[in-house]
Nanobody
Framework: QVQLVESGGGLVQAGGSLRLSCAAS????????MRWSRQAPGKERELVAT???????DYANSVKGRFTISRDNAKNTVYLQMNSLKPEDTAVYYC??????????WGKGTLVTVSS
């Protein structure tokens, strides 16, 4: 199976920025779809951003214009640049890889806390 390790989470003030990284144990070539999701305490997991095998992106309405997902296949890494952070962005952020066969792989998450 594919191992995914997120990093870059931490504490940031409202209006600040963070860049999350997700390192994969094997190639994330363009045939794979990569996603970031998040889950706040007591809430359902929410899909935040998706990047397709062709490089196309999609975002939840709550983060459009503030977050940017990107991928570097040569480094087997996907990123989530988060700008203009709000307290409601506080959550554990999870990296997700969708293989062409439909199998999903998840990282263990990295915590982002945005203070008022």
């Amino acid at each position: 199976q594919v191992q995914l390790v997120e990093s870059g989470g931490g504490l940031v003030q409202a209006g600040g920025s963070l860049r999350l990284s997700c390192a994969a144990s094997r190639s994330i070539s363009s045939i794979n779809i990569m996603r970031w999701s998040r889950q706040a305490p007591g809430k359902e997991r929410e899909l935040v951003a998706t990047i397709s095998s062709a490089g196309g992106t999609d975002y939840a309405n709550s983060v459009k214009g503030r977050f940017t997902i990107s991928r570097d296949n040569a480094k087997n890494t996907v990123y989530l640049q988060m700008n203009s952070l709000k307290p409601e962005d506080t959550a554990v952020y999870y990296c997700n890889l969708l293989q062409p066969n439909g199998m999903n792989y998840w990282g263990k998450g990295t915590l982002v806390t945005v203070s008022s």
